[in-house]
């Protein structure tokens, strides 16, 4: 018996990692029965006689498991977000974060196309990759698009984790894995297309050595999905609402219609990004509306 992690599942064959290098595997045959599906990422205890064939016995404890792609123990998602005028909307920033919060997995957040801004444009983005870093996220942002020290930054963010990228489509995902991945040559626009062709067949995944880490070859999960949380439990996935909340007058202030609440001081004395309470006041809304329609049908 081998101990190793799924690295690419295709067509009920799980390409396993182990001492330095992938066996092909199938599941045993009572995994079905039992409504088990190993998935890439997670670790397990398997068997082979040759590197062609063997089977998984035992799929080991997951940290987290993601349904797009289909992906265990992923801890870390690169958030790709394109910086021009046209694409670059913090909204859908907030709510990746978000949505990576809830899935309990650290995000790092990449800015795209900063070769396309105007000098002005450019300021007003760093000046938000500073903010973004006050709260706890790590930001890449350089002048120029993949220059060494961005690369490097995402390499050393990378090392030692399982991640996905993410962000919307034409974002800059795949051009960031073929920087980061010269070997791989995905074609721009292929993630995504990859995701639409998905939905009905069994598609192939892989993770992919990058420096010292695992990537996905297929993007993370929509941050259009609805949140699966409570609408007073959205101030949780905010940092720094977390951190000042301690001094609000109520406890389970929500921030919006309570006295002396201290997310509202702050964000007063201007110490707080406008755009992620606005955006934290529209998520709860969503998260509220999402409720009662819900009920509704019930
Ligand atoms: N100037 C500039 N162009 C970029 C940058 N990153 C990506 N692009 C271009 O933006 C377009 C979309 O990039 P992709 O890498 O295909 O985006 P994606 O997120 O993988 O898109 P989907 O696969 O559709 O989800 C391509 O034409 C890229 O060449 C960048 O940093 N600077
Ligand atoms: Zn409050």
Redesign the pocket.
């Known amino acids: 018996m081998k101990v190793g992690q799924i690295r690419q599942s295709l067509s009920g064959f799980y390409d396993v990692y182990a001492d330095g290098q992938l066996y092909r595997t199938r599941a045993r045959g009572n995994f079905r029965k039992r409504k088990i599906t190993p998935l890439v990422g997670d670790q397990v205890e398997f068997d082979s006689t040759t590197p062609q064939e063997g089977y998984v016995l035992k799929v080991l404890p997951r940290q987290t498991q993601l349904v797009r792609p289909p992906v265990a123990n992923v801890d870390l998602a690169i958030v790709?977000t394109?910086t021009t005028p046209q694409e670059f909307s913090t909204n859908l920033l907030d709510r990746q974060l978000v949505a990576l919060g809830v899935a309990g997995i650290d995000a790092v957040i990449y800015f795209?196309?900063?070769?396309?801004l105007s000098d002005a444009d450019y300021q007003d983005r760093q000046t938000l990759a500073a903010a973004y870093r006050k709260i706890g996220y790590p930001v890449i942002c350089d002048r120029t698009?993949?220059s060494e020290a961005a690369l490097t930054m995402v390499k050393r963010a990378l090392a030692g984790h399982v991640a996905v990228?993410m962000?919307?489509?034409?974002?800059?995902?795949?051009?960031?894995?073929?920087h980061l991945e010269p070997g791989l040559a995905?074609?721009?626009?292929?993630?995504?297309?990859?995701?639409n062709r998905g939905k009905h067949t069994t598609r192939k995944v892989s993770l992919i050595p990058v420096a010292d880490g695992l990537v996905a070859d297929t993007?993370g999960f929509s941050s259009y999905e609805v949140f699966d949380i409570a609408a007073n439990e959205l101030t949780h996935y905010f940092p720094e609402f977390v951190r000042l909340s301690a001094d609000c007058k109520y406890r389970g202030c929500v921030h919006i219609n309570e006295p002396h609440c201290a997310v509202k001081a702050a964000l007063d004395a201007g110490q707080l990004l406008t755009s992620r309470y606005d955006n934290y006041l529209q998520f709860y809304e969503t998260i509220k509306n999402k409720k009662v329609v819900y009920n509704k049908k019930k």
């Not at 795209?112 to 396309?116: N, S």
């Open positions: 790709v394109a795209a196309k900063t070769d396309l698009a993949f990228v962000g919307q489509t034409g974002a800059g995902k795949s051009t960031l894995l073929n995905l074609a721009t626009g292929e993630i995504s297309q990859a995701l993007p």
